[in-house]
């Protein structure tokens, strides 16, 4: 990992971005650390330069609770190179919906499971490579989407203690196997008007996770208007398991 | 509203026994109230006595954030008279479920409509009693089951600003209908593997209700093991709502 930027945000928070290999990513760390702080992993939906303002809104609010945040780019999003099966996959996905058709179960695997399989080795390195920072210390969490990247990580990743994911439509049958596997504390949220997403499947994946402790927050508000207290309530989930 | 009884509690919450006519009342304040408390109405699925240990947990815990709070015995229950039309219908949702058969609506309607009917008016009476009280100021909010009367009170009672409902089987078509007319912030708490619940039915209601800011928390533990967290997160809701 190498550190390629650095810059004091206006409440303390230091923001430095780095790359891992050919991997970008951004790690946010509190004003005031007196010990080693847990991290939380942030996943998004790709596009670091897009999705910035509000990966580092909820870096600074996690700060502000005392967590370390990180992110990495996705593979094939970003300044990352296209990955041209899984473009191909999203065409398709984009003609089914467009012509009103029901999405096939296999341009669902083409999209999303290469993804997976790609992105979750990257996430651990990236754990790896954060852990080892003496600013960072303790067990982690990751909190995000894809929803699909969260329970692979759950499921593989054992430094991974907890986890807050957003429900998001489009999961192989595959991802809905391991989530059964899944014993971590979870909170799911779930945008329950969100027209782009599938209820349904949503509370499906919900009902599989095989953790003792899991509590679901559905809200309001449509795909990006998840409310400011999930933010607090995220913070106090993590406060209760990784801390 | 004749009080009958006060004690200090070892935290102390001041918790005084009340009648408002026949229907015995407990209210507890706030230890230390500089300023008139907004009260919360705890609901209760009947039976004062046997429910007085979850109930005066609930109220000590938002007495600790500055809020009132107070119940009544319902219709029919504890020391108050049967009311025969109600225990039949029970005794036939009881047989219906004994032999695994579907229970109909109309026990369902013979069951909640009538507890309705004369509960929401005594809640609403009891209110003007409390409110009366130069302790007691603000906005009013429920918080409780069963989940048919909150929905009444939330549509006819003006002053109930934000309610937390507890999701529960057996809801009459009618509070269905009612349902589409609630307007006011909803926390809707669902015990997601509590076997005498009906999910579907639950989460069907929390879809009916019109409110703008709704949100559904799901969580494990059967129908008596909502997890404390709940508590905080009915105080923070409230505190967004109520203040």
């Known amino acids: 990992m190498r550190f390629t930027s650095e810059q004091r945000l206006d409440d303390g928070v230091l923001e430095r971005g780095f790359t891992?290999?050919?991997?970008?990513?951004?790690?946010?760390?509190?004003?005031?650390?007196?010990?080693?702080?847990?991290?939380?992993l942030m996943g998004h939906p790709g596009g670091l330069g897009r999705m910035y303002p509000r990966l580092a809104a909820r870096a600074r609010h996690s700060a502000a609770e005392g967590y370390a945040a990180a992110t990495i780019e996705l593979p094939g999003s970003g300044d990352r190179p296209r990955i041209a099966a899984v473009d191909e996959a999203r065409a398709d996905l984009r003609r089914a919906l467009e012509a009103s058709e029901p999405v096939a179960d296999e341009i669902v695997d083409r999209l999303v499971l290469p993804l997976v399989d790609t992105a979750v080795p990257e996430w651990r390195a990236a754990l790896d490579a954060l852990v080892a920072l003496?600013?960072?210390?303790?067990?982690?969490?990751?909190?995000?989407?894809?929803?699909?990247i969260g329970v692979r990580l759950a499921v593989v990743e054992p430094r991974i203690s907890a986890a807050v994911l957003f429900a998001g439509s489009f999961v192989p049958r595959a991802i809905f196997e391991e989530?059964?596997?899944?014993?971590i504390p979870l909170l799911v949220l779930l945008q329950w008007d969100d027209?782009?997403?599938?209820?349904?499947?949503?509370?499906?994946?919900?009902?599989?996770?095989?953790?003792?402790?899991?509590?679901?927050?559905?809200?309001?508000?449509?795909?990006?208007?998840?409310?400011?207290?999930?933010?607090d309530d995220g913070n106090r989930f993590f406060a209760r398991h990784l801390k």
């Not at 891992?20 to 939380?40: D, Q």
């Not at 095989?210 to 509590?215: D, I, L, N, P, Q």
């Open 20 to 40: 891992l290999g050919e991997i970008p990513g951004i790690l946010w760390t509190p004003a005031s650390a007196s010990a080693p702080a847990p991290l939380i």
């Open 134 to 148: 003496p600013e960072i210390g303790g067990p982690a969490g990751y909190a995000g989407g894809p929803i699909s």
């Open 179 to 183: 989530a059964r596997q899944v014993t």
């Open 195 to 231: 027209e782009g997403n599938d209820r349904q499947m949503a509370l499906d994946l919900f009902d599989a996770f095989a953790s003792k402790e899991k509590t679901l927050h559905a809200n309001m508000g449509g795909h990006t208007g998840v409310p400011q207290h999930e933010g």
